[in-house]
């Protein structure tokens, strides 16, 4: 099994910085792919950002030139920097890890979640 842990999550101004953290631990081995998802209170979960394990990234719209991802390959860890925060930031973000499962099939892995407050 594998296991996610996030932290860096909290409040912070208009304009402020936050960096996230994922740490993976148990068999990770076969990790292709990790990234962050958020969710709004009443909306619909989206992802924000995602970098495969050969260094492939994928980043929504809406944080383009404000968020970046990147990886710790050592560590086993993925972060994302979010610069330049607006209020419509505010959400809760999960970290993600997935794998292939044999056959199209993929294994999913999401960890608890950290809550960013972007608010003045």
């Known amino acids: 099994q594998v296991q996610l842990v996030e932290s860096g999550g909290g409040l912070v101004q208009p304009g402020g910085s936050l960096r996230l953290s994922c740490a993976a631990s148990g068999s990770i081995s076969g990790i292709a792919v990790m990234g962050w998802d958020r969710q709004a209170p009443g909306r619909q979960r989206e992802l924000v950002a995602s970098i495969t394990s050969g260094g492939d990234i994928t980043v929504t719209d809406s944080v383009k030139g404000r968020f970046t991802i990147s990886r710790d390959n050592a560590k086993n860890t993925v972060y994302l920097q979010m610069n330049s925060l607006k209020p419509e930031d505010t959400a809760v973000y999960y970290c993600?890890?997935?794998?292939?499962?044999?056959?199209?099939?993929?294994?999913?892995?999401w960890g608890k979640g950290t809550l960013v407050t972007v608010s003045s």
């Open positions: 993600h890890a997935g794998e292939p499962g044999g056959w199209g099939t993929s294994i999913d892995y």
